[in-house]
Structure formats: C-alpha cells, structure tokens
C-alpha cells in the first residue's frame, strides 16, 4: 500500500515563561513594549526552529500572539465582541465568548497577528475556527446556523481566501464542538454549506476540518463525506476500528496527546498511524497532535513537535 504522508503541528503553541514575565511587567509598568515584543520573537523563533529541527511538511506561527482561537478575529471584524470570560471545553483554560453587537464588516483582509508573516517559511499552515465552532460558541439571539452562514460569507472565507493568496497551503479548521457536545442532525447540511463555501475560497490548498476533544465514531458517517480535503480525528479518544474503512478523504490523525506530558513512542506511535491508514484507507495521511500543544509546558511541547517529526519521517519510509 502506497500512501502520502504530511506532517504539520496546529493551533495554538505555549508561550514561554520569557514571554509571561514580560507582559505581566508590561501591565506593572515593569518592562516596556519594546521587551514584550523581543520576548515573543524569540519564542516564534524557538517554535521555527522547532518545526525545521523536526522536518515538518507545513510551517505554523504557533498562534503565539493570539489570546485565544476568536479574538484576532472578532478584533478585525466590525459588529464582534468579546467580553464574557468562558471555559475552554474541560481544560484549565478561558475565551472570551465572540458577541454579536452589529452587521459583520471585516476591517482588514487577515487579522492583525497574521499580517506579519514574511519570517514564516513554506509551505504555510493556518489555524482558523470551524464555522459550527464559531457560531456555538458566540453570543447572539441570531438562529444559530443563520450565524453560522453570516460568520463563514463575512469573516471566514474573506480571510481564508486572503491567507492562501499569501501563501498558506493548509487551513486548518479547528472543531472540538461537535465531538464533545454533539450536533443535531437538522444543523449538518447548514455546515456542510459552510464548509462548501470555504472550500471554494481555498482553491487547491488543503481544507482540513479537525475534530476533537472527543469521540468522533458517533458523527463519521456525516464527517468523511463533507467538502474537505481531510477530516483531523482525535485518536486519544477515538477507536480507529469504528471510523469505517474506504474512506473518501484524507485523514489527519491526532494521535499525540496535547493534554498529557508523557511522550509518545516513536514506534507505538508509526505502528499505530499504519493501522489506521490500513484500516481507514484514505486518500492521504497527515499526522499531527489530537489538540493543541497550549496545554503543555512549552519544553514538553517542543519535545511533542520533534517526535512529530520522528513519526512522520519513519511513516514516509514505510508507507511508500
């Protein structure tokens, strides 16, 4: 069996205990912008350095800047707001809840966190929410797949359509609703059209749709056949043996906990991902972590990426 194998971290990456001392002391008046801003290009170089080290296939920013997967969004976009203070799923970690406050008018075509990526190398990897996500986890009196649809025409694909214009390969779609709170069956051909009208904006760069923070069995028969290029599964939570087989897409598999220190084998790990590209049979395979890497201590997170490597690498060897 001949298989294509990519690799690629996404979300969000840990700061570093540099970069949390200095905006602390920014807010005391103890230290100036200027040290905040040298404290963070340090980290992105680390995390640069990090993806080279590893061999990885896409190049990600670690989303260092954003303070969490809405905000850059919500601040580029005019009739957004983010105020209310909500936990992130089951984790240690908070949002601000997107409100809707107007009509949605995008002020610029990236978010202002993204518009500095010329030290980025290619091919580049985008973290961006679901629209399901989005319109679930904001604040509005809206129908919710109305919102949904509003927030896709007027924020989403604006801004994915402006990414892969510079440069960006992958975009990658964060969704962690639909496996941890589940979805009702009326609202699947509203994200679908969601999705479609993404995959339009996206032209011949890869559209990946990431599940996670859950079981994604209960929801595959609707996931592997909506428009995306792969559909991401959390296979800490997941069985491979009820995900089908013959699948129609491509398949990212989470398979490196971002919630839990211990590091993975390398080859616990490539045994695994064979099974599932055995099992799944899909049309591509990228292997990534099942979450975001936030969760981590930043040492612990860089050691995650370099395995990444190590796994993709050895997978390339044997599944060719």
Not at 53 to 61: I, K, N, W
Not at 179 to 186: D, H, V
Not at 250 to 264: K, N, Y
Request: charged content about 25%.
């Amino acid at each position: 069996m001949t298989t294509s194998v990519a690799a690629y971290q996404h979300g969000i990456y840990p700061r570093s205990e540099a970069v949390v001392a200095a905006t602390r002391g920014l807010e005391r008046g103890r230290t100036s912008a200027e040290e905040v801003a040298q404290a963070n290009a340090a980290d992105r170089q680390d995390f640069l350095a990090a993806q080279g080290e590893a061999g990885l296939d896409y190049f990600s920013d670690g989303l260092l800047r954003w303070q969490d997967i809405f905000r850059p969004l919500v601040e580029l976009c005019g009739g957004l707001d983010a105020r209310t203070l909500v936990r992130w799923f089951d984790n240690n970690s908070f949002f601000r809840a997107p409100e809707v406050t107007g009509d949605l008018v995008l002020s610029g075509a990236v978010p202002a966190v993204m518009a500095d990526d010329s030290d980025l190398p290619g091919p580049k990897v985008a973290t961006l929410p679901s629209p399901y996500l989005f319109s679930r986890a904001a604040q509005s009196d809206e129908d919710r797949n109305a919102l949904m649809m509003d927030l896709t025409r007027e924020v989403l694909r604006p801004v994915a359509s402006a990414l892969i214009e510079r440069g960006y390969r992958v975009i990658h779609l964060q969704e962690p609703w639909v496996p941890y709170f589940g979805i009702e069956s009326a609202d699947w051909d509203d994200f679908e059209k969601a999705l479609g009208e993404l995959r339009e904006a996206t032209g011949d760069a890869t559209l990946v749709l990431h599940a996670y923070f859950g079981d994604a069995a209960p929801h595959v028969d609707r996931l592997r056949r909506l428009p995306v290029d792969a559909v991401g599964i959390d296979f800490v939570a997941t069985d491979v043996e009820s995900l089908g087989s013959n699948w129609e897409v491509g398949i990212v598999a989470g398979v490196l906990d971002g919630r839990s220190s211990p590091i993975e084998s390398t080859d616990g790990t490539v045994a695994f991902v064979k099974k599932v590209a055995e099992t799944l049979q899909p049309l591509s395979v990228f292997v990534s972590s099942n979450c975001e890497l936030e969760f981590l201590p930043r040492d612990l997170a860089r050691q995650k990426v370099l395995r990444l490597g190590e796994v993709s690498a050895r997978l390339k060897e044997e599944l060719a």
